[in-house]
């Protein structure tokens, strides 16, 4: 038995555990916000369509026929074992019509995507922003050159959950099943011109006894900035905080690719280890500063492993 009919014919397939529709993950039903940056979690009030329609993409269609749908959602319910894994593999449509708050207004913003399975092409006002191919992965689109800041926006998103060469882990590459639709979380960010695009902890030296943390931030600048910022980097215990160190970052002009810069936190003492029996966890904090104000801030929960692995956070 290869591992496609195992999955398929055992309780050890996850599809209904992982992709069942009106399930809401951790994030919060409302809006997160720093002094820079929003995070507006657009999780429920999606219509759904299995079959394609003409004109869907647009913001006059009328999609009052469509499925009301909450995300994370899958394209078709499936039992635990002896289903054809034909039947999730079609290409389906979401669309979410939401407005910005006043806030948003002289700002970027993006919509990110958890996970979609398996390519999504993704449309905003009846504009074609482009595909993303893989179901494993989060991505984001920029929405700020197409988006309506006074009016209602219509999100729509074309879901291929078909079985393609171009993707993996087809290909013929390897063998496994991989079910359809948008079954990770999906939110609106909108930032400043110059923002904190990713960030990346790696610990190092972990069994030195002062182990380090180099942190990986890197900077999208959109729009030209006329007087050096500054990255401060914190790692934090809960309440209280174990390090901090700053970096200079020069005045730059617009650009369409991040750049990364490094903070390096050394001689962590007392840094407690992570594994399978003591999962502990640190927190660091990324803040942009110009001068005194904060531009922009994001934040990673990391573990320092044995072995040496580095541990990337997510959003």
């Known amino acids: 038995m290869d591992r496609r009919d195992f999955l398929k014919t055992t309780s050890t397939v996850i599809a209904g555990a992982t992709l069942a529709p009106g399930t809401l993950g951790g994030r919060p039903a409302t809006a997160t916000t720093g002094e820079g940056r929003m995070i507006l979690p657009i999780n429920r009030n999606w219509r759904y369509s299995k079959t394609f329609a003409q004109g869907a993409h647009g913001r006059e269609f009328d999609d009052s026929g469509f499925d009301r749908v909450v995300i994370p959602h899958t ?3 499936l039992s635990w074992h002896s289903f054809d894994d034909q ?12 407005k910005l708050p006043p806030e948003a207004r002289g700002r970027h913003v993006f919509v990110d995507f958890e996970g979609v399975m398996t390519a999504s092409t993704v449309w905003i006002n009846g504009v074609k922003l482009g595909e993303y191919k893989g179901g494993y992965t989060p991505f984001s689109f920029d929405l700020t050159p197409h988006v309506d800041f006074g009016g209602e926006n219509v999100l729509a998103i074309d879901v291929d959950s078909t079985e393609r060469a171009d993707i993996p882990p087809f290909g013929h590459q390897i063998d496994y099943l991989t079910f359809g639709g948008i079954y990770r979380e999906v939110s609106l960010r909108i930032v400043p011109g110059t923002f904190i695009e990713n ?3 790696k610990p190092k030296d972990v069994l030195d006894g002062k182990p380090g943390l180099d942190v990986d931030c890197y900077l ?3 729009e030209a900035s006329r007087e050096p910022l500054t990255l401060e980097v914190e790692l934090r215990d809960g309440e209280r905080a174990v390090a901090k160190a700053t970096q200079r970052v020069a005045a730059a002009e617009a650009t369409g690719e991040p750049a990364m810069h490094t903070v390096h936190l050394q001689g962590l003492g007392g840094i407690k280890l992570w594994d399978l029996e003591h999962r502990n966890l640190y927190v660091v904090q990324v803040r942009l500063l110009k001068g005194a104000q904060l531009v922009d801030r994001d934040t990673r929960a990391i573990g320092f492993p044995t072995p040496n692995l580095p541990i990337r956070g997510s959003r």
């Open 87 to 98: 039947t999730y593999e079609f290409v389906s449509i979401y669309r979410r019509r939401f």
């Open 199 to 201: 960030v990346c902890a």
């Open 220 to 222: 999208q600048q959109l």
């Open 75 to 77: 394209n078709v319910r």
